[in-house]
């Protein structure tokens, strides 16, 4: 298995105590020594006093709290640092003020070349469109623009970007004067991201690696592939994360496999799996996700990208390269075809080795009893995204109004996954929903739903653990003797245990149970602040003045 990490300086053997240490090796946890980049020890603080003169440097947690470091399941690092250093959108609350901020950013960047912004999202906004293409030409003064949705499934651009894309009119998903989605916007994505230079990749890749450390994020997957970056852009990545301390990177390239060939050519990139945004849909937001009914509020069922036959074809090749498949499915009728092809490639191979090979599915928003159970059958990975409840659900939000009221309330069924089996990683697809994993955790907990929530401690685990499993490991995502030594040391208040209702067993709240409690992160709490991230041992993370 290939990841990406920073390379090791000589490790020095770290005793941290006074704290909290959550661990399953000890409840009670207070102390922990490090090792040659693993956890050697996990114990109290009457115990670390035999280990305090024979290690290289003593930590005084002065009450903080130590976890394992969150592994964030999708991410998108490129389109996250840019992002984060050019044009956001997505604090506008109206269309008016969007166009504004379009202009002043127009006005302040006369040099930048191609203006790239992220964020908008028509939903909340008084006026419920997508700003025209006159309006987005007058507000960029004539400047090439790229503004894709806050889903990344559809964008709106200005004229100046169009002409530098010969074809774009007759290419699937070109409109005159409406958000561009399938081809036509792969196709305008391509040329605006193939003007950010090298030097500016790069930079907005270290912003976004450091900016995930700053939040006690010590794992990300980049979801890549050919119609989301390009491949320079997906092995710098690779490089630069090899290079520098940060957050290990974990690739997944989005391209269907058809033979050994094809699978040898997802490794030789440093991919660790065909897998991630390999698209069989899109999504609800822009009316792309595939269901089975019509939406809601337009005549049609959105757009199917693969069929049953060419997920299985996909899952069979890379099952028998010793590849990790996976997919982007959020419509029902995405995953139904999802289930269907995984199956079709289990009676080909046998369920043994499609199980074993932990294939994923990342999203697998409209899921129904049936496909939950056949998750469950099939070994797969649900790589899901709370968030996008927190932003979207509940009977007034963008789900009700693609799908009314009922299918809505059916959507991210967390506790069903649970309860039926299915592994779960948790993540943000980044830059669609921000890096943010204490209220990841929250949005599981506090599902607009209340039938789908789960418990903070699931939600914990499916966001450090599940992320390790995810990849097909597990050593790491907890802090046992022997795991990698990738943690987070947090300031805090007081440690809960704490379940979604009374369908959780009365014991496992009682403090006598030995369960390690977890940061109170009931809705309107404050989250834990980060002052530490460690990678392998070695710190990437400090929080300044701390």
Known sequence: MTESTAPQSEHRTVLLRGGDVHSPADPFATAMVVERGHVAWVGSEGAADAFASGVDEVIDLEGALVTPAFTDS????????????????????SLTEALALVRAFANGHAGAGVILGHGWDAARWPEQRPPSRGELDEAAGGRAVYLPRVDVHSAVVTTALLDLVPGVTALTGYHPDAPLTGDAHHAVRAA??????????????????????????????????????????FTGLLKLASEQPGPRVFGYWAEPVEDEKGARRVRELGAVGAAGDLFVDGSLGSHTALLREPYADAPH????????????????????????????????????????????????????????????????????????????????????????????????????????????????????????????????????????????????????????????????????????????????????????????????????????????????????SGTPGLPDLTPGAELPVCLRTVVFGQTVYVRPNE
């Open 74 to 93: 999708h991410v998108h690092t490129t389109s996250t640092g840019l992002a984060l250093t050019g044009l956001d959108l997505s604090g506008a609350r």
């Open 301 to 512: 069922t959105g757009t199917g990208r693969l069929d049953a036959a060419r997920i299985a074809a996909h899952v069979t090749a890379c099952t028998e390269a010793g590849l990790q498949a996976g997919f982007h499915a959020i419509g029902d009728a995405a995953v139904s075809a999802v289930v269907a092809g995984v199956r079709a490639a289990a009676e080909t191979l046998g369920l043994a080795r499609i199980r074993a090979a932990r294939h994923r599915v990342e999203h697998a928003e409209m899921l129904t009893p049936e496909t939950v159970a056949a998750f469950a059958e099939l070994g797969l990975t649900a790589s899901v995204q709370p968030a996008f409840d927190a932003a979207w659900g509940g009977p007034d939000g963008m789900y009700a109004r693609r799908l009314g009221a009922e299918r809505a309330a059916t959507l991210n069924p967390y506790a069903a996954l649970l309860r039926a089996g299915v592994p779960l990683a948790f993540g943000s697809d980044s830059p669609v929903t921000p890096l943010d994993p204490w209220g990841t955790v929250r949005a599981a907990a506090h599902h607009r739903t209340p039938g789908h929530r789960v418990s903070v401690r699931a939600g914990f685990t499916a966001h450090t653990r599940g992320g390790w499993r995810a990849v097909g490991r597990d050593d790491g995502g907890v802090l046992v003797p022997g795991a990698p030594a990738d943690y987070a040391v947090w300031r805090t208040g007081d440690l809960l245990v704490q379940a979604p209702d009374d369908r959780v067993a009365r014991w496992s709240t009682d403090p006598r």
């Open 192 to 233: 605006a991201h193939g003007a950010v230079t090298p030097g500016q990749r790069a930079l907005a890749q270290r912003a976004a690696l450091a900016h995930a450390a700053s939040l006690g994020i010590g794992t990300v997957h980049e979801c890549a592939g050919p119609e989301i970056s390009d491949e320079e852009d």
